[in-house]
C-alpha cells in the first residue's frame, strides 16, 4: 500500500497563477482532508470530503476550491495565488470521520508564491 | 468548543534523558486525543491515541501518555530520549464519534535531543 500520496512535492508559483495539487489514497478510506501548515500555527483544515461528490469547508477556505470526483482522490485547486497561500498543504484520509479514528497523512506539498 | 494547548514550542533534552512534552486539552465532551509526530519534511503519522479504554496509553518507539481527566492533560513521556527522536509532536482533540467531528491540532513541539 502507498497510503496516501500527493503531487507535486514543491511548487513556486507567481501571484495570480493558478495551479492544482492532487491527493490520492488507496485504502478506500471514505474522508479526506485538505490542511495547510504554517509556523507557529500547527495544522489547519481548509476543506474535507465525507465521500465521493460530496466536500465542505473548513476554517480556513477562502482561495481555495476542492473537488472529489473519485473515491480516491482528492483535488485541492488555488485560481489565484496570493503570497499568503505560501505554505505546506498536507493531505490526509481517514476510515471514519470522527473518534477514535485517525489520519493518515500525505508526504506534504511545499509551495511558495512569489 | 474543543481546544488543545502544547506548552513549550521548543524542547531540548540530552540523549538518553526523560523526554516529556505537554499537553491540555479543552472539551465539552469526553475527548478522544492523539499524539502525531512529523518527522523533517514528511507528513504527520501516528503516534498513540485514547480512546477511553485505559487512560496509560502506549504508542510506536517507546511513547507513552496518560490521560488525567481532573487536570484535563495528556502529556507525551518517553523514559529515554534517543537521537531519532529528532522531530516535531503535535497533539490533537477531537468529541463525539457521530458524524464529521472536527479535530483540532495544538501548534507541535519541536523537540531537540542532544547527543
Known amino acids: 500500500n502507498a497510503g496516501v500520496t500527493q503531487t507535486p512535492k514543491f511548487r513556486v508559483l507567481k501571484t495570480g497563477q493558478s495551479m492544482t495539487l492532487l491527493c490520492a489514497q488507496d485504502m478506500n478510506h471514505e474522508y479526506m482532508y485538505w490542511y495547510r501548515q504554517d509556523p507557529g500555527m500547527g495544522l489547519r483544515l481548509i476543506h474535507y470530503s465525507v465521500g465521493e461528490g460530496t466536500t465542505a469547508k473548513g476554517e480556513v477556505p477562502d482561495g481555495y476550491n476542492v473537488s472529489r470526483l473519485k473515491k480516491q482522490n482528492f483535488l485541492l485547486g488555488l485560481e489565484s495565488a496570493a503570497p499568503s497561500q505560501t505554505s505546506v498543504y498536507f493531505c490526509a484520509s481517514s476510515f471514519r470521520p470522527s473518534g477514535n479514528y485517525e489520519q493518515y497523512f500525505g508526504p506534504g506539498t511545499r509551495l511558495t508564491v512569489t | 468548543a474543543q481546544s488543545v494547548t502544547q506548552l513549550g514550542s521548543h524542547v531540548s533534552v540530552s540523549e538518553g534523558a526523560l523526554v516529556l512534552l505537554r499537553c491540555n486539552y479543552s472539551?465539552?465532551?469526553?475527548?478522544?486525543l492523539f499524539w502525531y509526530v512529523q518527522y523533517p519534511n514528511q507528513g504527520l503519522q501516528l503516534l498513540l491515541k485514547?480512546?477511553?479504554?485505559?487512560?496509560l496509553v502506549k504508542g510506536i518507539n517507546g511513547f507513552e501518555a496518560e490521560f488525567k481527566k481532573s487536570e484535563t492533560s495528556f502529556h507525551l513521556t518517553k523514559p529515554s530520549a534517543h537521537m531519532s527522536d529528532a522531530a516535531e509532536y503535535f497533539c490533537?482533540?477531537?468529541?463525539?464519534?457521530?458524524?464529521?467531528?472536527?479535530?483540532?491540532f495544538g501548534i507541535g513541539t519541536k523537540l531537540q535531543v542532544i547527543p
Open positions: 472539551s465539552s465532551v469526553p475527548p478522544y
Open positions: 490533537a482533540v477531537t468529541a463525539g464519534s457521530g458524524g464529521y467531528q472536527k479535530v483540532t
Open positions: 485514547y480512546t477511553s479504554a485505559a487512560t
